[in-house]
């Protein structure tokens, strides 16, 4: 193995006092070498974000290292400077972050982001914009001179990470670090990140860093594996090792909780239909900036389907394939520019906001992020028992309302005097999902509702929404990009491109036998094929 690039010594940081634990990292050792790929994996919470933030010298003000020793390349980092770590960071050691649009200033050209990387570290002479458009060009980006002068906000979001690459990579540091680049992104452009990070990965011989809570990400990338549980390694080996052989019942615990392709029975057709939506259009107009022409965009094709009472219906497809703009549009949070639907035979495409609050027991939402969706001043109380005051139910059958529901989705009653923050997000999410419940619908719409969760968190809350839906007799149209996930709760699935629906039919047939190629695509993007894909043909 060659030189040690990072070096982690029984390192420790502590938290503040008043935390459910002393130390947010505790006696942390693992190394990082050059050409290499190590991958700490671990849950919100497991402190594996704060080793990076301490390796990168970000550590927040609260957060104090209290022991250890941090080194690169024979290199102190706990000994130096804030100005001296400035200097390493891009240098010797460079960061993707999670998130590529808040990374990424709003108010400048992606060009003029990446050349101040060379101007910053004393590197601005010479032909600047030609390095700058050469390395928008090695990360894959098209048209690299036209890039330069585009603002990030114009950009989709696997050209935005693209662009935080161009900048990690911009002065070829030794040590990347991925603090989860790829969870906000749908499979397809999931799986071109990846290949790139491992591309430049061995073409440069770098040590890579990669955090993930996904251990399908991990089964395609890693050569070696740490896994973290509340601050502490609890396991570190050979990726194949662990893969194939975990210890740590944690571990174990991880690797089952990525989402399989399962064998469903086939759904029975002789239920009534709970929804049934017919030839839906939809169409926005953008122009491109302030004297550009108009463009018109048509979001949603032609669109049809039917989902039976108790069935779930997956609508999978990658980002813009037009799946968020049906459900909004199914919600009545945008309005269809043509179609029909009909939700337990009543047509609601063309009420009006005010016409549709009488019907809105029969379709309620789930939204995708739990924590944006809950308004953070109201009681848990106030939050699931909205829509019943807007009903002009009394205080005291709200408050019963509610506890019920608390109870059925998991919850203790009590937890209705809390706010939002002081749940995590597999908790807020169960409240998103006990507050569409409140008024008792018939439909109910989950828009990437475990995305933004960890995947043992997903696999409860799909435990949930399944067990919900059997119970209840709910009908589910079940928003995703995620095939493993459609494969455990959807009994059948429609795949969407491009505004159009392009193959559907039981979620079995369509997952071990795809007929389009979109769906082909979708299924060869999914990670870590080779340990969680059990389906006939892509075993």
Sequence with gaps: MNASLLSIKDLTVSLPGGMDRPHAISHISFDVHSNEVVCVVGESGSGKSVVAQTVMGLLPPALKVSGGILSSKGTDLLGLSESEHRALRGTRMAMIFQEPLSALNPVMT??????????????????????????????????????????????????RQRVVIAIALALEPELLIADEPTTALDVTTQAQILRLIAELQRSRKMGVMFITHDFGVVADIADRIVVMKQGEIVEQGLARDI????????????????????????????????????????????????????????????????????????????????????????????????????????????????????????????????????????????????????????????????????????????????FPHEFSGGQRQRIGIARALALEPKLLI???????????????????????????????????????????????VAVMQHGEIVETGPTRDVFANPQHPYTRSLIEAVPGKRFFMPVAGHA
């Design 110 to 159: 992606v060009g003029e982001q990446i050349a101040e990387v060379f101007r910053y570290h004393g590197r601005g002479t010479g032909d600047v914009r030609r390095r700058v458009v050469e390395l928008i060009a090695a990360v894959g980006l098209p048209t690299p001179e036209q890039l330069y002068d585009t603002y990030p906000f114009r950009l989709s979001g696997g050209q």
């Design 243 to 418: 893969l194939e052989n975990p210890s740590h019942s944690y571990t174990k615990k991880l690797i089952e909780s990525v989402p399989t392709f399962r064998e469903a029975d086939n759904f029975p057709v002789e239920a009534e239909h709970t929804l049934e939506v017919r030839g839906l259009q939809k169409s926005y107009r953008t122009r491109g900036g302030f004297f550009g022409a108009e463009r018109k965009v048509h979001a949603v094709r032609d669109v049809s389907f039917s989902i039976r009472r108790g069935e779930t219906l997956g609508l999978v497809g990658g980002s813009g394939s037009g799946k968020s703009t049906v459900s909004r549009c199914v919600v009545r949070l945008v309005d269809p520019d043509g179609g029909s639907i009909k939700v337990a035979g009543r047509e609601i495409s063309r009420l009006s906001g005010r016409q549709m609050r009488p019907v809105r027991d029969l379709v309620q939402i789930v939204f995708q992020d739990p924590f944006a969706s809950l308004n953070p001043r109201h009681k848990i109380e106030d939050i699931i028992g909205a829509g019943l005051f807007a009903a002009g139910k009394p205080r005291d059958e709200i408050a019963a309302r509610v506890s019920r529901l608390l109870s059925l989705v998991g919850l203790a009653p009590h937890m209705a005097q809390r």
């Design 446 to 492: 989950a828009d990437e509702p475990v995305s933004a969760l960890d995947v043992s968190v997903q696999a409860q809350v799909l435990d949930l929404l399944a067990e919900l839906r059997d119970k209840l007799g709910l009908s589910m149209l079940f928003v995703t990009h995620d095939l493993r996930v459609a494969s455990q709760i959807c009994d059948r």
